[in-house]
C-alpha cells in the first residue's frame, strides 16, 4: 500500500528492553506517523503510564485522531491482560497494572494490552496480505525467542495466558532454546566453532547474526556448522510446537529470519525425523513479511474489534 487511508487510527506501542517504538496505523496497515524513546528510564519516576502519555500518547494524539491503543511487550502477563507479571528486561513494570493505568487516563479510548510475540502474530493475521491461513505458528528469533498461535483466527494463550513460551524449553547444553539460538547465544556458538580458524567470525567474541550469515554465504565452515546445529535445535522445539498444537503452518521472523535459508536444510531433515507421517504432510514453513514494523503493527493489531 502507497498511501493512507483516512482516520481515526490506532496506535501501536511495542515496548521493548530498549527502546519503544510506537506508531500511528491505519485500517490497511499503513504506519503514518512514528515516534521512538529510549525505555530505561520508563518508571522511573513511579508511574510507566505517565510517561508513556508523556512521550508518546499525548504527542501523537495531538496530531491524529486516534480510537484505541495497543501496546505489546516481551513477558508474562495477568490472565486477565491488565497486568505484566514478569518483564526481565523492565522490571519496573512488574505488577503495575499498565492496562488499567492507561485506561483510566484515556477513558474514551479502547485500550489493550499484549506478549509482544503474541501481539506480532496477530498483526501477521490482520495485516500480512501474504498469510492467507487463520490458523498458523509464529516464531520471532531475534534478542530473545517469543512464540504465539493463531488458531481459527483468535489468539491461542493458555490455560493462565502464558502458553508458548518456546524460547524457555530445554535445549543442548543444558540451556534453554533462547541461551542457544537467538542472538548472543547463535554468536556464542559462532566463536566457538570458528576459534582457531581463519574465519572471519574470529574477529569479534560474539558476531552477530548479519556476521554469520555473510560468512555462511561466501561458504565459512564454521557459520555453516552455526547454522547446522541451530536448524537442528529449531527443529526440535518445532516438532514439539506441531504435535502439541496440530498447527502444519510456521511463520518465522525477526533478526533471525534472513538466516532461514541456512537453517533450512539441517531443521527440516531434523523435523522429518521427528515427526509423524501425519504432522509432515502440509508442513509450511516460511518467512514472515512485516519486518521491523511487526511489533508497531501487532500492537495495532490488538485493537482490531476496537
Known amino acids: 500500500m502507497n498511501t493512507p487511508t483516512a482516520g481515526p487510527f490506532r ?182 566453532h570458528a576459534k582457531g580458524s581463519a574465519s572471519p567470525l574470529t574477529q569479534t567474541p560474539c558476531p552477530s547474526p548479519q556476521m554469520i550469515l555473510a560468512a555462511a554465504e561466501a561458504g565459512d565452515a564454521a557459520a555453516l556448522q552455526t547454522f547446522a546445529d541451530a536448524g537442528q535445535m529449531l527443529a526440535e522445539a518445532l516438532a514439539a510446537f506441531i504435535v502439541i498444537l496440530d498447527i502444519p503452518t510456521i511463520y518465522i521472523g525477526g533478526g533471525i529470519a534472513p538466516c532461514l535459508p541456512h537453517l533450512r536444510p539441517t531443521m527440516e531433515h531434523w523435523l522429518k525425523a521427528h515427526l509423524i507421517a501425519y504432522h509432515q504432510r502440509g508442513l509450511t514453513i516460511r518467512p514472515a513479511e512485516l519486518g521491523n514494523d511487526a511489533g508497531i503493527l501487532g500492537a495495532a493489531a490488538l485493537c482490531a474489534d476496537a
Not at 522511573?44 to 508513556?52: E, F, I, T
Not at 499525548?58 to 486516534?66: F, G, S, T, V
Not at 479510548?109 to 492467507?132: C, K, Q, T, Y
Open 11 to 192: 496506535l501501536g506501542i511495542d515496548i521493548g528492553g530498549t527502546t519503544i517504538k510506537a506508531g500511528v496505523v491505519d485500517a490497511e496497515g499503513y504506519i503514518v506517523d512514528r515516534l521512538a524513546h529510549d525505555s530505561s528510564a520508563l518508571g522511573l519516576g513511579g508511574n510507566p503510564a505517565r510517561d508513556l502519555d508523556e512521550w508518546i500518547i499525548e504527542p501523537l494524539r495531538a496530531r491524529h485522531a486516534i480510537q484505541s491503543i495497543g501496546v505489546g511487550l516481551p513477558g508474562v502477563l495477568s490472565k486477565d491482560r491488565s497486568t505484566p507479571l514478569e518483564v526481565l528486561n523492565l522490571p519496573v513494570l512488574n505488577g503495575f497494572s499498565l492496562r488499567d493505568r492507561l485506561q483510566d487516563r484515556h477513558p474514551e479510548l479502547a485500550v489493550r494490552l499484549e506478549n509482544d510475540a503474541n501481539a506480532a502474530a496477530m498483526g501477521a493475521h490482520v495485516f500480512d496480505a501474504s498469510i492467507p491461513e487463520t490458523t498458523f505458528g509464529f516464531i520471532t528469533i531475534g534478542t530473545g525467542i517469543g512464540s504465539a498461535a493463531i488458531v481459527d483466527g483468535q489468539l491461542f494463550t493458555g490455560g493462565r495466558g502464558n502458553a508458548l513460551e518456546l524460547g524457555l524449553m530445554p535445549s543442548w547444553e543444558g540451556r534453554i532454546l533462547e541461551r542457544n539460538i537467538a542472538r548472543v547465544g547463535l554468536g556464542e556458538r559462532a566463536a566457538r
